[in-house]
């Protein structure tokens, strides 16, 4: 059955997972559900010790067996030791048939290979997964489907229960002996557990896993000793340095810093840039970039953010301080100097959760009351559509995050990639899978120029006159084929290993098995 955007998806994977096909972003608009609700396990005697000495006795109390749902988040990053140290010890204990349930996936996991190969897992659901697990992946490894959905689809689904949880191990850099945990003030800080929260309330059981046991009570807490069975004390969690990696700093890339040019003149140009606004920016190079530009005009004409959304690193935080961003709504911390914001500024720079960031199906989220987004992209089509999931091979080596969330929410949504990224055209005519519709997206940023959807007349006017180099998409297209000619069209097996969920639950696109005998 073909999409909204476009896409054949096989009735069997229709069949096989009860989804629907996207019909738009906008389609299940104020739809009902019934929230799941968890098994709970009550503390009655006061006497009762939550204190587990390790990793195999904490999962034999949590009653592990074949074929369960485990679930871990992701803000240590390449840092993270936790999901690795569980899932070896699961493999020890010759548990198999495992669906993983991660917030994302990186190469810090590459470890767990073998454990998809040999069957332990089988089946993974994520925001994304780069590294060898996505290689893994991609080459029909995993037995069953990896589902690849955004931040805020991955709430839905656990609170709708098409995902439940058996049991939720949460790296926590300081507890107390109660369950009350906090990203900050241990060995391992990582600044928030935004992505945990919807785990602790809906799994059957949740584990936390320090390396720090303070006082009780552990308070303010991010996730609440009402929702955790299990703390269990480990030397370390994860390691501070691998946390920061890849932390976002300005570039010094000529390329970028043209397009950051383009896309702070926009911005400034743009009718919603007045006191008040509401930002969010990835941590890309071009984006950082971006914003040190639109900083200068901030000072300028005194203008000052109301508001900076979601994923924050360094720069952001140092706008802070120094007056031109009102508050910080943080879901996670890209490096070490964003970590120490939200330790040093508790009352301007505040932990949010996933659902109240991105959930599409709750009674408002943060991204809905974006004025701006800055988004990367590995490709974008001449509908608009984008890729941040597979390569210009199909390979997985990406994660949805909080692309389509945001950009379905935000009044303006820019897309910034370089027209040609190493040889393959960043614009085409077709992506290989379509991850965020073009319905979302209103401006694509290029070292070349921009375009915007015919869909927003309004801000084509807004491009003509603040003097940056206006294209159709299509000629964008035509001018990286130029340079690097078309590319050919890429062979898949027939077999689907991943699907693409739209933030609803339906069915976006879907990623088929790399053909590896070319």
């Known amino acids: 059955m073909r999409n909204a955007v476009g896409r054949e998806i096989p009735d069997e994977i229709l069949r096989a997972t009860g989804k629907e096909v996207f019909a738009g972003s906008y389609a299940h608009d104020d739809r009902c559900y019934q929230k799941a609700a968890p098994k709970a396990h009550g503390v009655c005697d006061p006497h009762r010790s939550k204190l587990v000495p390790g990793i195999r006795e904490v999962l034999e109390r949590c009653g592990i067996r074949d074929g369960m749902t485990l679930s871990f988040h992701h803000h240590f990053r390449e840092g993270d030791y936790v999901l690795n140290r569980v899932m070896e010890e699961v493999h020890s204990m010759g548990v198999r048939n495992i669906t993983l349930c991660a917030t994302s996936l990186g190469k810090a996991n ?21 590294g060898s697990i996505g290689e893994a992946i991609s080459t029909g490894k995993l037995r069953e489907l990896a589902v690849m959905y955004s931040h805020g689809g991955r709430v839905r689904s656990v609170q709708e229960g098409s995902v439940h949880i058996d049991i939720a191990f949460i790296g926590a850099p300081t507890a107390d002996e109660y369950g009350n945990l906090r990203a900050l003030g241990g060995k391992s800080d990582c600044g928030v557990l935004s ?105 300028r004409r005194n203008i000052h953010m109301g508001l900076g959304l979601g994923g924050i690193a360094g720069p952001m935080a140092r706008l802070m301080e120094e007056g031109l961003i009102h508050r910080l709504v943080d879901t996670q911390d890209f490096d070490l100097e964003a970590i120490a914001s939200i330790r040093n500024n508790p009352s301007r720079h505040i932990e949010i959760t996933a659902d109240e960031y991105a959930n599409p199906m709750n009674k408002g989220a943060y991204v809905n009351k974006l004025d701006f987004v800055i988004l990367a992209a590995r490709e ?100 990286a084929y130029s340079i690097v000619g078309t590319p050919d069209e890429i062979r898949f097996k027939d077999r689907v290993v991943g699907i693409i969920e739209a933030r609803d639950g339906t069915i976006m696109d879907v990623v088929r098995q790399i053909d590896d005998t070319l």
Request: hydrophobic share 40%; with cysteine; glycine share 8%.
């Open 380 to 479: 974008v089509d001449t509908h608009f559509n984008c890729n941040v999931v597979t390569d210009s091979t199909g390979m997985i080596t990406g994660a949805q995050g909080g692309h389509p969330d945001t950009a379905a929410g935000a009044k303006c949504t820019i897309v910034i990639t370089p027209l040609v990224q190493g040889r393959s055209p960043a614009v085409c005519t077709d992506v290989t899978t379509v991850t965020t519709p073009g319905e979302t997206v209103d401006v694509v940023v290029t070292d070349y120029g921009v375009a915007v959807n015919p869909r927003r007349p309004d801000l084509l006017a807004v491009a003509q006159e603040c003097g940056v180099p206006v294209h159709t998409i299509e000629e964008l297209r035509d001018i």
């Open 110 to 130: 590459d470890p767990i290979v073998p454990l998809i190969e040999d069957g332990t897992i089988t089946k993974i659901y994520s925001s994304g997964v780069r």
């Open 195 to 299: 992505y945990s929260a919807v785990d602790a309330r809906y799994a059957d059981r949740v584990v936390a896993v320090t390396d720090t046991l303070v006082p009780f009570p552990n308070i303010p807490a991010s996730i609440s000793m009402t929702d955790v069975d299990f703390v269990c004390v480990v030397d370390a969690i994860g390691d501070p340095g691998k946390i920061a990696t890849g932390a976002a700093k300005p570039t010094s890339d000529q390329r970028k810093l043209l397009m950051a040019e383009y896309c702070a003149r926009f911005v400034a140009a743009e009718p919603h840039f007045k006191d008040g606004f509401v930002y969010q920016t990835g941590a890309g190079g071009a984006s950082i970039a971006s914003t040190i530009y639109l900083a200068e005009t901030m000072r």
